[in-house]
């Protein structure tokens, strides 16, 4: 098992939302977002820092007919200036409709829309950590037709 951290970033125009695994790597835990802004890498670097992550998983949002999507294009320039900066292992994870089902829990759980604008980001980025930490186990985390 690890014994460091895995980050996962939904990455946005906005705010990125952030997951952190636990260190044993089974379990997906929201943070706080992250505003999309020219400080992005520099809180980025300082999040892997005081998590002590070992890895990066960001969410890469391919459409569903499998062409690549704008914000596709966007986040992989994204990674390319962020390997600049940092050497850490990143991982790209397909994250279709994580957004749309933390939405759905969301409002499952009858979070008010302010909250839920604020908290999606980070839900969606906790749901793509889990299917990736559920894939390192062989397993299926979740089925976004609930």
Same mark, same amino acid.
């Given at each position: 098992m690890s014994t460091k951290k895995i980050i996962a970033i939904d990455y946005?125009?906005?705010?990125h939302g952030i997951a952190v695994s636990d260190a044993l790597g089974m379990y997906a835990h929201t943070r706080p977002?992250?505003?999309?802004?020219?400080?992005?890498?520099?809180?980025?670097?300082?999040?892997?820092?005081?998590?002590?992550a070992s890895s990066?998983?960001?969410g890469i949002p391919t459409n569903l007919n499998g %062409?690549?999507?704008?914000?596709?294009?966007q986040i992989r =320039?994204? #990674?390319k200036v962020f390997k600049t900066h940092s050497n850490i292992d990143?991982?790209?994870?397909?994250?279709?409709?994580t957004t749309a089902a933390a939405e759905k829990i969301l409002i499952g759980a009858d979070i008010?829309?302010? %909250?839920?604008?604020?908290t999606r980001d980070s839900m969606a =980025?906790? #749901?793509l950590l889990q299917s990736y930490l559920d894939s390192l186990k062989g397993e299926t985390f979740i089925d976004f037709n609930f």
């Open positions: 946005g125009t906005k705010r977002f992250i505003p999309n802004n020219k400080h992005s890498i520099d809180n980025l670097l300082k999040l892997i820092d005081q998590e002590n990066l998983v960001f %062409k690549e999507s704008l914000m596709e294009v =320039a994204f #990674i990143i991982i790209e994870w397909d994250e279709r409709l008010k829309r302010k %909250k839920r604008k604020v =980025a906790s #749901i």
